[in-house]
């Protein structure tokens, strides 16, 4: 059935790592320092990646976007990263982080590559703390830690609502080391256009410097992409307005396959959408939901009255609410994983129970965890009998120190103050669980090209469960590349400098540069923006939380009519060889024209409901998901051809699960 | 709501620029400001004219690439928030806006808002780190407790985002806030004690280099930092900075 090899080493689970590890061939420093190593993107995944291959001697090249690798969008996590270090003695262990991530992946994701990152998350803390990263800590100096959704420990480290910032301000300050000491050398303001590959391997990139408009070309012996996830295809997401899958792409179109390119996270718990020029949406953390009590009205005249702003939520009384996911999930209450919640939520909204001015948001209520908290510190500062204000101040005050910057954000935004009120919240997509198809090596269907972090598919299957991104990032960057780049590597000691005067590269350049031209002599009149917006609603309405056949067909045939007119009616300002957002965004729309088809394609080949995936033919009477093991227990891997993103064709790699039981997910 | 925006145009960093004058309607109260500027491009495109070029990514206030100089202050107007945080409600309809790049002799101008502040990251690059390599060998992370006050002031330093806005605030502009923030995350931590004197010299003398102005303790830094980071910082790392100088081999 499968054509795809994993490369997954032989032996028990828990030794595959190791033993891999052990028969690894090495590159000698000697020779380490004749090879070069191109790292795309600077985010957790990147720079990890990037300081670790030059302290081991390779020269490296890192490139990003943006004007300094410090603000890729890692930085944008708040809530924390997982490890499994047990330090609450609350039962963690490997095997619980291993069997955590498959289940809360809906059994999607690879065994092997899953139990490696269980394995090495513990040394990644070690390693941030070493670092001088900042993370909570209690009274006694030691390293704090609270759950997430969808597992019953406490295994996430946090640096209050901002880790994402820590941890890459952490491996930041690693490169920038790097950086001073001639071992990497970083490129900001440039993205990568195109991949170029020499007798069929990944040898280098087509970049453009983004300030002089020029196209360069940089060849290597190894290409890294760490280039995160695609969510902007559903032009609304929570990724960073740059944030774009053309760099993925290019290299799906040069032979990389595209896996499960369906598997999206839409995240229950954002700011509403509220108006037409919105731009993107702002998360606000799953560790909300150790605290937050999420609801609807009971009754939908109440519904109806909260929307029409005839009452206010805090005047509704306890009766006549409907906490539904402490009713339908009692096990795990507001703690469900994130595809659980969502749809939840997007149930009890279509359901006519909605509460903002759209119907699209449900609440998150604060007031109890404020009386719990307070009624606490009136009993350590021995207060006895507390007024109701006085136990209101004290847990105020204590939510204020967990999550006071979440609730700032949150009232920046909405005018809103959700101590007083509750937070209003719907589901937005917010990360990408599919991407490049990757071996056990994090390497791809190209030789020489490997993905990192977000960009590639293996960790989370059909469903990412909270602080595990950070984690991923971070263990392919530090952990598992540094050794598996290194066996590719191995055999190319003899190769030499790869020239950049080589026809391919010459190839890859003038592609790059016609199609850029074609955009900016395009006699167009509509802004890309508008392509972009248009491409996002198609993708939210029919390829969003819920899909079905007829849907998902409609779709590909907007879509496929969408990517006509973009070509025919977009209008592109400026020129070439000058700073030109309008061109940087032309091109990335382009590519999640492609992209959004294909996601389309893969979603309605997957006849299944798992994870963030649901197709509305395959559900419970009680509206779970219902997954099809016996046929759909596969990784779908894309290959391109005939130069159309729809004529794709499937390559099935079968899902083994020899450690854990395949059984339907309950958090009931 | 309607406003008339005077926005610096700059065409490169040898232009000498000049302010245009722009209307936008049209916009709600509940835009941030950066998607009125997008409004804004978007009306520019259709008139044939080039959109204003501004750098900004997550929207989120956490990137730290949005850097506008609004009616006068670096973010605008309010406290505590990036030029992307920042909505338009906090305007009245019909003002008139007057949006600048940040301005500095070590941050020069790209393009229009746009400006180069690739000093700090080469201030970074002098010593804002640990020299620590990546190893599946280091001591557990609980091996050294870390008094809670310290590590929680430690963080405070470390949520600087690296906009800028305390240089572009300074009347020297001055980036000693910025390179206290990263001193003092890790004067505060047992791990950067090893390297605590050498790296507070080389990060003062890039800064220099740098062209970034003196301190003369205004405070305004403070006052405008989006992070609220403290000026306290600065006092400590002329602490460590005087200790350093008298104590270097």
Known sequence: MSTLNAHIPEGPIAEKWTKHKAKIPLVSPANKRQIDVIVVGTGLAGSSAAASLAELGYNVKAFCFQDSPRRAHSIAAQGGINAAKNYQNDGDSTFRLFYDTIKGGDYRSREANVHRLAEVSANIIDQCVAQGVPFARDYGGQLDNRSFGGVQVSRTFYAKGQTGQQLLLGAYSALSRQIAKGRVKMYARHEMVDLVLVDGKARGIIARDLVSGELERHSAHAVLLCTGGYGNVFYLSTNAMGSNVTAAWKAHRKGAFMANPCFTQIHPTCIPVSGHFQSKLTLMSESLRNDGRIWVPKKKEDAEAIRAGKLQPVQLAEEDRDYYLERRYPAFGNLVPRDVASRAAKERCDAGHGVNKTGEAVYLDFASAIERYGKEAAHVQGLHQPSPEKIRELGEAIVESKYGNLFQMYEKITAQNPYKTPMMIYPAVHYTMGGIWVDYNLMTTVPGLFALGEANFSDHGANRLGASALMQGLADGYFVAPYTVGTYLADDIRTGKISTELPEFEEAEKAARERMEKFLTNPGTTPVEVFHRELGKIMWDQCGMARNEAGLKQAIADIRALRERFYKEVKVPGKMHEMNPELDKAGRVADFLELGELMCLDALSREESCGGHFREEFQSEEGEAVRRDDEFAYVAAWEFSDQDPGKAKLHKEALVFENVKLITRSYK | MKFTLNVWRQNGPQDKGRMETYQV??????????????????????????????????????????????????????????????????????????????????FPVIKDLMVDRSAFDRIIQAGGYVSVNTSGNLPDANATPIEKPDADAAFDAATCIGCGACVATCKNASAMLFTSAKVSQFALLPQGQVEAADRVLNMVKQMDLEGFGNCTNTGACEVECPKGISIENIARMNREYLSASLTSK
């Open chain 2, 25 to 106: 309607d049209q916009v709600s109260d509940d835009m941030s400001f950066l998607e009125m500027i997008d409004v804004l491009n978007e009306q520019l495109i259709g008139q044939g004219i080039d959109p204003v070029v501004f750098d900004h990514d997550c929207r989120e206030g956490i990137c730290g690439m949005c850097s506008m100089f609004i009616n006068g202050e670096a973010h605008g107007p309010g406290r505590g928030v990036t030029t992307c945080q920042l909505h338009m409600r906090e305007f009245s309809d019909g003002d008139t806006i007057t949006i600048e790049p940040f301005r500095a002799k070590a």
